[in-house]
């Protein structure tokens, strides 16, 4: 079974600019989070999805951060425009359905110059 | 609201030797337990969790946890570490009516692990 997919692994940007980042679930698993991963800290929870609906995006900064998972499958997490405390790990994790384990990706690496 | 604690950021130890690494946790409602590995440029992958049952939880890689609810700690141990432990660990908790969603995490603690 393959596991969850990220991509890019690492980005390097200026502040102000744009920056996405994409995931590709395991086949079947209707829940999607977005964690941010800053140095030195556990992983935060940024939005939940359920299939193609939001659950929980209480701890997204809505000003410059979205994030959507049209169909239900793969998600895109964008931040527009990028701040220097934006540098952090970003982790997508997912979820089958009654299942008590979350499964997460390698991570996008992002720096903010 | 839930919240885990990981006192130790870093805990140096000798290959072969025992370890613990430590967690507590407060909440309000009735929890989930879980600890997660993170190697260098990787992903959370998950070590071992407590769900219901029996207090001693065996993982993989030789870990093992005991829940305690009355200090309300979920410590992890390793009767013998090799150099391939060497890695990150994160405390996690779920509360129970969320349905194993919504984990918070601690801050972690940097096992390092050397000959």
């Known amino acids: 079974e393959a596991g969850v997919a990220q991509s890019p692994r690492y980005k390097i940007i200026e502040k102000r600019q744009s920056v996405a980042f994409w995931c590709n679930p395991i086949?079947?698993?209707?829940?999607l989070y977005w964690y941010q991963q800053i140095l030195g800290q556990g992983p935060k929870l940024l939005i939940q999805?359920?299939?193609?609906?939001?659950?929980?995006d209480s701890q997204l900064p809505k000003d410059r951060f979205s994030a959507e998972r049209l169909k239900g499958v793969d998600s895109t997490l964008k931040i527009q425009p990028a701040k220097l405390e934006d540098s952090a790990v970003y982790l997508c994790?997912?979820?089958?359905?009654?299942?008590?384990?979350?499964?997460f990706g390698p991570g996008t690496r992002l720096t903010v110059l | 609201a839930q919240s885990v604690t990981q006192l130790d950021s870093q805990v140096p130890v000798f290959e072969e030797a025992p370890v613990e690494l430590r967690c507590n946790y407060s909440?309000?409602?009735?929890?989930?337990l879980f600890w997660y590995v993170q190697y260098p440029n990787q992903g959370l992958q998950l070590l071992l969790k407590?769900?219901?049952?029996?207090?001693l939880v065996k993982g993989i890689n030789g870990f093992e946890a005991e829940f305690n609810k009355s200090q309300t700690s979920f410590h992890l141990r390793k009767p013998s570490v090799h150099i391939s432990d060497t890695a990150e660990y994160f405390c996690?908790?779920?509360?129970?009516?969320?349905?194993?969603?919504?984990?918070?995490f601690g801050t972690g603690t940097r096992l390092l692990v050397s000959p």
């Open positions: 407590y769900l219901s049952g029996s207090t």
């Open positions: 994790a997912t979820q089958g359905q009654g299942l008590d384990t979350q499964y």
């Open positions: 086949s079947g698993h209707a829940t």
């Open positions: 909440s309000s409602v009735s929890v989930y």
């Open positions: 999805f359920q299939n193609n609906g939001v659950v929980d």
């Open positions: 996690a908790v779920s509360a129970m009516n969320t349905g194993f969603q919504k984990l918070v």
